[in-house]
């Protein structure tokens, strides 16, 4: 029984009416012709592996900021949080992560907080691998205020074929480190921002999973770390 649990990843509840609706559109196809229903169960099966939510084991160090999705790691430099989140102060590295439509899409809070504001902002759907997405492409962000004041900011980017962002936090939530605040609908792009002198303890090229990958430690005077693929 607990090898068959590891193998059965629970699915969010925001999948089960895609599910549903590709399950139905499968049966309608099969009565048409077998091989249009076997394509039709194909998307079926992956409704079900892109809505999967697996457990995470989050680290529970104090000034631990943990990765905020799963994915590939595009970007790493200076960068100025949205406008429309009114932050003060421009010293941020932003920490760039791709997720592909094979990526589970949960995103997750990357540190001890409460959030001080969130934002929305229209925009357009290019392809979120590339840089400009940051600034073009449809957002929603959140600013995440530690207790001793630190600001630190996740934004949501909707990619080539995302059309749905969704945020399961408002502003005033107090959220834990690895707790689940959103998730973004078919592939995108998760940013975070954090302040300096925090430097990033990943490297470009390098996967995270969202909850547990360590993206910086608050409390060590390491600096940025440099990779390289073997």
């Not at 899409?105 to 392809?127: K, L, M």
């Not at 059309?163 to 107090?174: E, F, K, L, N």
Request: glycine share 10%.
């Amino acid at each position: 029984m607990s090898v068959l649990r590891a193998f059965l990843v629970p699915i969010h509840r925001q999948g089960w009416p895609f599910i549903a609706i590709a399950a139905a559109g499968a049966a309608g196809l099969t009565v048409l012709s077998p091989a249009a229903g076997l394509c039709g169960l194909i998307i079926t099966a992956w409704c079900a592996y892109f809505f999967r939510d697996p457990p995470r084991v989050t680290p529970t160090r104090s000034g631990l900021i943990v990765s905020p999705a799963d994915g590939l790691i595009v970007a790493i430099g200076p960068a100025t949080p949205p406008p429309e989140l009114a932050v003060e102060g421009s010293a941020f590295t932003r920490v760039s992560i791709f997720m592909s439509i094979f990526d589970v899409h949960i995103n997750r809070a990357p540190i001890d907080g409460r959030i001080v504001r969130t934002a929305y902002r229209p925009g357009r759907f290019v392809s979120a691998a590339a840089d400009k997405s940051s600034d073009d492409n449809e957002r929603r962000s959140f600013l995440i205020a530690t207790d001793d004041g630190k600001p630190f900011v996740v934004v949501q980017i909707a990619g080539l074929i995302a059309r749905r962002i969704c945020a399961w936090v408002i502003d005033g939530d107090t959220v834990q480190t690895g707790q689940r605040i959103g998730m973004i609908r078919f592939g995108s792009r998760v940013d975070v921002y954090l302040p300096n002198p925090v430097a990033p303890l990943v490297a470009l090229g390098q996967r995270c999973i969202a909850g547990e990958t360590v993206l910086a430690d608050v409390a060590t005077s390491e600096g940025p770390r440099a990779g390289a693929c073997r």
